[in-house]
């Protein structure tokens, strides 16, 4: 599974991604930013409020209970403001 | 069309390629938008655009194609910087042609509204204090939800 | 600013001259009416532009002067084009700078409402079947009508 | 005074426009197109429906109820087609 972070979420996480490999009872978003979140502080801190995190999936949008499966491509970045 | 790039673009240019050929084209409709030196109360000395490669022009294909079905247009435009902007440096053009005016311009609007929205960039402002990252605006959230259906 | 010429126009560098020393400027919107080929049924190969030289200019200032009362803009530009043209020639270009896009797209899509309702031009429009004067659209009116206040 | 022809109005009058001198008792544009009208038969003919022709005196749009004077720049042209 391949983590992308972006903007103030790759600078507090000190990395623009990771390559992982979470436990197989990792079904979800939602277990997946809990399992991200109980590995170190930083981890922990940055995904303390995901009111202000959006998720894409593959590169399209998704809610919190959208599946996570091996081989996707997960980011995590702020409401957009491009234009 | 749609182009990500760094480089900067020339509108004119771009927008004759736009309705070349095409002589049923009536009307071009275009939005560029600017680097501004002020943000608030402070001064902006430059902008770093970030952006998520693959995502970005899937997102932009995605908010074309809807225009497209929304609207008859003959062709259309957006093109998106990323990279480090200063004040007065083009961010994105948005242009949409049509036979007619209206479509032009509720495509045109619909482009910039929903990109704003949904196109993965984050802006980076240099300020005195240094960079600090532009937070998303609820008005642009209102302007893009007037096009939901 | 006005202009009422039979002479092209250059839409880039046009663009380029209205936001030019004002860092203010984060959103440019414009509108380019075009030449087509065909009206109707009917195939055109060129259209005859005609004014009234000084109530044009009169018009297109008083147009420019309302919506600079009603949005927040920073520059504005009017260019009209009289004489003869062919399918592809620019017609008219209307162009609106402002801090924000809501304004430069409001006022730009009022000021070719209005001009089209208000800036005494017309067309003779050369058909297989000869010179045809175009009639006054109801949907120009209409179109018109919803900035009145 | 003088006044103004513009498109299939000054085709059919066959001039752009005319100095005229009409007799003073003509107050309005109203008794200004009835005195035009019955000077000739294309002139007549010409402002048969005034309902597609529109006026300008001294280059601002007015109604049929509007005063001319002396001096005055009046034109008659078919709704505008401009843009």
Chains 1, 4 share one sequence.
Request: proline share 4%.
């Amino acid at each position: 599974m391949n983590l992308l972070y972006f903007a103030w979420i790759r600078v507090k996480m000190g990395v623009s991604g990771e390559q992982i490999d979470p436990p197989k009872n990792i079904k979800d978003i939602k277990g997946l930013i809990d399992w991200i979140k109980q590995r170190n502080q930083i981890s922990n801190e940055t995904f303390s409020d995901i009111s202000n995190i959006r998720i894409a999936v593959n590169q399209e949008y998704v809610d919190i209970d959208h599946p996570v499966l091996a081989g996707d491509e997960i980011a995590f970045f702020p409401p957009v403001t491009g234009g | 069309m749609i182009r990500v790039q760094s480089a900067d673009f020339d509108v004119g240019l771009e927008l004759k390629k736009l309705t070349e050929g095409n002589r049923q084209i009536g009307a071009v409709t275009s939005f560029v938008g600017l680097v501004r030196d002020i943000a608030g109360k402070d001064s902006i000395s430059a902008m770093v655009l970030e952006h998520y490669p693959g995502m970005t022009e899937k997102q932009l294909a995605d908010i074309e194609y809807e225009a497209h079905k929304r609207w008859d247009l003959n062709s259309s435009l957006i093109i998106h910087r990323y990279g480090r902007l200063e004040p007065g440096d083009n961010i994105v053009l948005v242009a949409c042609a049509s036979s007619h005016r209206e479509n032009a311009f509720d495509a045109c609007h619909f482009l910039i509204d929903w990109l704003k929205t949904r196109a993965p960039f984050w802006k980076l402002e240099e300020t005195p204090e240094g960079g600090r990252w532009v937070e998303a605006k609820t008005k642009d959230d209102l302007a893009s939800a007037r096009w939901e259906k």
